[in-house]
């Protein structure tokens, strides 16, 4: 299974950009899927999850209004829609598959849930 990651860059506040994640395989439409960020010096953390039929989504309150996590399963591909950015929200963003069994149910939010990582897309968020 591969993540493939893509739609980072240099965006000024207040500015948007939508990322991109294509997954391989094809089991993608019953996986979890989520949008994790690490920014320099800290912690990888959750922004976004979206379960595998796309009805249950959780988000960080730190994103919660501005950003919009959506999926694609014709198209194995998991989106993050981020608008109205900010300075912190420069970071690496990882996109994470959760090869959940059983069940639908609302994606996890922990790190160690997730089964398999993209490579990571920087966004920049410039004053």
């Known amino acids: 299974v591969q993540l493939q990651a893509s739609g980072g860059g240099l965006v000024q506040a207040g500015g948007s950009l939508t990322l991109s994640c294509a997954a391989s395989?094809?089991?993608?439409?019953?996986?979890?899927m989520g949008w994790f960020r690490q920014a320099p010096g800290k912690e990888r953390e959750f922004v976004a999850g979206?379960?595998?039929?796309?009805?249950?989504?959780v988000y960080a309150d730190s994103v919660k209004g501005r950003f919009t996590i959506s999926r694609d399963n014709a198209k194995n591909t998991v989106y993050l829609q981020m608008n109205s950015l900010k300075t912190e929200d420069t970071a690496v963003y990882y996109c994470?598959?959760?090869?959940?069994?059983?069940?639908?149910?609302?994606?996890?939010?922990?790190?160690?849930?997730?089964?398999?990582w993209g490579q990571g897309t920087l966004v920049t968020v410039s004053s």
């Open positions: 994470a598959a959760d090869r959940i069994g059983g069940y639908e149910r609302a994606p996890d939010r922990g790190v160690d849930a997730y089964d398999y």
């Open positions: 979206i379960s595998r039929s796309g009805y249950r989504i």
């Open positions: 395989g094809r089991t993608f439409s019953s996986w979890n």
